[in-house]
């Protein structure tokens, strides 16, 4: 499939710049599994890199000026890299400044090039494209140029320039980007940045992602406001518990007894934390055992608690997951992502899926006259060369 993508890259790249190009770099999007709304509270996520990615076509041009061209845009634009990096007023080109002042500003060394991206990554379906680009931007020139940049600094770098553009995120999807693995989700502590590869084998079970095609603005605001949230709670935790560094160190009961001490709203929030962390660790030791139908049940209540106390879902995902629960033939599903939209992940048992596809289109149409869209993926490996010949 991706081909196709590389193709027409390489093709737009040639007719750009007349020249045929020195890198072609493939990018993914991620999945995750479980662990949501985890990584920047410090816990363990379960997320992988999929097979829709960003192409993207490097050369040097030995001047101090980069061009870059997104050709799913139509759009492009040049940077200066002697002159300052500013935040500039199309949001696309302000993840490749970011990257940008991130190498500078770390300083890696290096010169003009011209670049070439296209994708087949959904756009605000939560899989991660801005990651992908990050990611694929800061792997192309380190390659073009020759630095020496581990896989682990390529997504903390990524992370600095999404926080550079407004959102405070956490290390999973720069990290899943750079760090999958064909059939392998990966467990990362997103304390220690500790990580193991784990069999993504669902058994009698398909992943596909259904995206419920809505993207709400509040997006941006909620994500940092819930960060917010949850560093009030943890010190409010550690004023309580001194010896609790983290929300991993923190049992309910511990919370539950101090419940007293803080809003409604944040013990939902930590409530929710600390419940997920530990379905992360079940959802793990259930996936290896291959217990798909346990799996599946606390994909379920994380779904629960991602509506009910985290308050990150919305209508159009509720009621995906709701129907889900209805169905025979799903054994798990939730919203997955930042939230406000995009897609729900959801285990359908193997050969009923266009079944599934059918009735689900049919009842969020009549609903939210709004036509649900289906990817099927495939868990795969993370930013590289392109090392196929077209
Ligand atoms: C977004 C963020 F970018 C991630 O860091 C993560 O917090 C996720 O939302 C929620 O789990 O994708």
Known sequence: MNTTL????????????????????????????????????????????????????????????????????????????TKEILLSDVVWTNYILGVIKQLQGNGFLFEGFNCVFSSNIPIGSGLSSSAALECGMIFGIKE???????????????????????????????????????????????????????????????????DSNVKHSLFTSEYNTRRNECEEGLSIIKKHFPEIKSFRDCSEDQLLSIKDEMTTTIFKRIHYVIKEISRVIKACEALDKGNIK????????????????????????DMLVDTAKEDNSIIGSRMMGGGFGGCTINFIKKGHENDVKNKFSFHYLNTFGINLKFYDIKISNGTQLNTTKN
Request: charged share 25%.
């Open 6 to 81: 590389i193709q027409t890259t390489t093709a737009f790249f040639e007719k750009a710049f007349g020249s045929t190009p020195e890198k072609l770099v493939l990018s993914p999007g991620r999945i995750n599994i479980i662990g949501e709304h985890i990584d920047y509270n410090d816990g363990y996520v379960l997320p992988a890199a999929i097979d829709k990615v960003i192409c993207f076509a490097f050369e040097k041009n030995n001047t101090t000026k980069s061009r870059i061209i997104a050709i799913d845009l139509n759009e492009e634009f040049e940077v200066d890299l």
């Open 144 to 210: 073009l140029f020759d630095l020496t940049i581990e896989k682990k600094d390529i997504a903390i770098l990524g992370q600095k320039a999404e926080h550079w553009v407004g959102i405070n995120c956490g290390i999973m999807d720069q990290f899943s980007s750079v760090h999958g693995l064909e059939n392998k989700v990966i467990k990362l502590d997103c304390n220690t940045l500790e990580f193991e590869y784990h069999n993504a084998d669902f058994q009698d079970y398909s992943v596909v992602l259904f």
């Open 294 to 317: 346990l799996l599946g049940q606390l994909l379920f209540e994380t779904h629960e608690g991602l509506s009910k106390e985290y308050e990150v879902s919305c209508n159009e995902l």
